[in-house]
């Protein structure tokens, strides 16, 4: 590197693009000559996926679709309703200043199934990307407008992506912590030096397990810690109503955001904060960032959406979260991971180096299943892995065919 | 503030929520008391929507639908061919992984039109995420996974928020300034200072006007200055196939990218990054943070894109782009403005202080015409306004109303 370089490198405190390449393009380059990458599909079902050029067919077991409500009739009929209704694909303007009323009744719609203000945005990015700043500057909790300090966020180290990305961004208002995974003892000594803390963490994790909700939930009451989780992975799986892992276990209040996608075992597009309180929801729209100055979910998405709640309010839901639960017993009884018997869909068989993994997941995919070599910097250097995801929509005898070939390509670890 | 707050404060470089609330919070509180805030429709057209609980109507005079395609039957039509087609809404797993068919034809036909290669992402925002980052680290150009040293990043003062939001982020890559509006010798300067550098701007400005472009190409061939140009504003509306102002000016060239949302002029939903070549695609898509591990766009939204792209290639583009050419000069010789005559549809009437733009927002709102007024920190302080966009799907007798209201309720000014 000239000296020029070196002047204008930056702090590189909470990424570096250079060191992350060097070790992870490699792996992906390998998975791509594998034929893992960039792979192009028709799609009968989630269980039936067809190469177009090849005619090679395959069960996708990556997909979070976790209820199979991606390919419910009645939600795919929702979004045609809404075209119909709304004569239009969007309204093309900030929700901020007008929202069709579509938009409107699914805010109400979810607010109700799930006990909580419901502020939709495109994406949980984006969400995050509008939110947690408002946390790290201390206007979104208390007085709200008038802010009550800066908060130290406290990142979980595994916290999802779209969560650690925004560090840099946080950190020009408060300062930025990464907090070993699940690590209470560090997170309450942080609580202890300094008045005002939030920690940021995903509920259901994306690879696996789950945060330690009850030990949060006593340093909130103790220290007053705010709480943003990312609970995309639960959403809709979880709790009587669908409200997910976290919002069945807690009573919302003003310290609580509860975010989480639309697009996983909900089945349509977008995401969802939940928040405690309507304030909340009213100065999150004027200041959130993206939120208001992005696009929001569009009317055919936002009518897929009414028709999924629709599903979350009947006898369907626990019928489907009944499928889902006996076929990830069934899978946790034929391979036993890590994470067996917690009741989440997200497995992981892990194999250490990047390269076997790559090598398992082309060897299953060859066999007629797509799941996916994780590594690093999806997971930590050295764990590298089989991501799969269980779903309701999956029988019995795929569930079986599968786990025996994963058993059979990995009797020598 | 106590000693502890202090010292946990950010050092405020790039955003201080603190004095942008101070400024901005009492006016939007103010534009909500004047019921020009969260105002919730049904929707007939763009030109006619309707207050369900007063029966209120209004025209949509800040629709970015500038050729009312949002609203068009084939762009419906093709949304429900897709859910038809695909059977789901989504496939519910990283596009990096596995693509629907539906969205590699997108990219294709898109790619074909816009004479690019096209990555799509869930929304502009996405795109920017995850490209501006890679910009600065010095990885998406020249030797790609080699890097050629970090870029210095230079932000026109008035690109577009969801550009400028990620400073820190690529801040903590490379060095990060911001840029005088539009000011070439500022932007040579730092050129001849450092041997790469960034420029970050919108094409077509949202709040008017447009980019130097012809100096930017200048400084671009004498010191292979790098582009990143948001043309949101002027996709479908500018160039023979819809490509854009800055497309259409420009042969696409590895040092260069172009993004735009489809949930603008194209009538649909997500974004687009127009790429010099198939590498930077298919590195983008590998690292690009949310495009691999966000949302894209879902299916419906994908096939409401492909029938769009079937409009820009037949004559009916053409006709489109006459009607909105005709009335952006109708209006421009009613109301002439500073950005009259530049052929573009956003335009903005100043008022000078905020209150003034809320008041005369709140007026023509009650004589049927929804425009915004504009203010601290989308416009700089003291240049409050009213923003309004002409569409090819107004008519004369609208925009004559309009501007009749317009020039009465300014007559002081």
């Not at 790559?358 to 991501?387: C, D, M, T, W």
Request: charged share 20%; glycine share 10%; net charge negative.
């Amino acid at each position: 590197m000239t000296m020029t370089e070196e002047s204008i490198l930056g702090p590189r405190r909470y990424r570096n693009a250079e060191a992350m390449l060097a070790s992870a393009d490699p792996v992906w380059q390998a998975a791509a000559a594998n034929g893992l990458i960039g792979v192009t599909v028709d799609s009968e079902s989630n269980n039936r996926l067809t190469v177009r050029e090849t005619g090679h067919e395959f069960a996708n077991m990556v997909s979070c679709s976790y209820l199979g409500l991606n390919n419910h009739p009645a939600v795919l009929a929702g979004a045609v309703d809404a075209l119909t209704e709304a004569r239009g694909t969007s309204l093309v303007l900030s929700t901020t200043r007008i929202r069709h009323n579509l938009l409107v009744r699914m805010e109400e719609e979810l607010g109700e199934l799930f006990g909580a203000n419901i502020l939709p945005g495109a994406s949980c990015t984006t969400l995050t990307a509008g939110i947690l700043p408002l946390i790290a500057s201390g206007h979104l909790d208390g007085t709200c407008q008038g802010g009550g300090g800066p908060r130290v966020m406290v990142f979980d180290r595994f916290c999802h992506f779209c969560m650690a990305y925004m560090k840099p961004i946080c950190a020009d208002e408060s300062l930025v912590l990464t907090c070993p995974h699940n690590d209470l003892n560090y997170l309450e000594d942080i609580c202890r030096k300094y008045p005002r803390v939030a920690y940021v963490a995903d509920g259901a994790y994306s690879m696996g397990g789950t945060a330690a909700l009850d030990g949060l939930l006593e340093l909130q009451d103790r220290y007053g810690l705010f709480l943003y989780i990312d609970d995309s992975h639960s959403l809709s799986i979880a709790g009587e109503r669908g409200e997910g892992y976290v919002r069945s276990r807690l009573e919302m209040n003003p310290l609580t955001v509860i975010t989480a996608s639309l697009g996983k075992a909900f089945g349509t597009s977008g995401g969802v904060a939940m928040l405690g309180n309507r304030e909340q929801f009213e100065f999150l729209h004027r200041h959130a960032g993206p939120i208001g100055w992005s696009q929001n979910i569009p009317l055919p998405m936002v009518g897929a959406s009414l028709a999924s709640a629709a599903i979350h309010r009947s006898p369907e839901l626990a019928e489907l979260q009944g499928a889902l639960a006996r076929n990830i017993e069934l899978f946790d009884e034929l391979l036993p991971t890590t994470f067996a018997g917690n009741g989440l869909p997200v497995r992981r068989v892990d194999v250490g180096e990047a390269e076997r993994a790559v090598k398992l997941s082309a060897q299953l995919f060859e066999r007629g299943f797509y799941s996916s070599a994780v590594f690093f910097p999806i997971v930590p250097k050295g764990e590298a892995g089989l991501r799969l995801m269980l779903r309701a929509d999956m029988d019995e005898r795929l569930i079986r065919e599968f786990a025996g070939h994963v058993k059979e390509l990995t009797a020598d670890l």
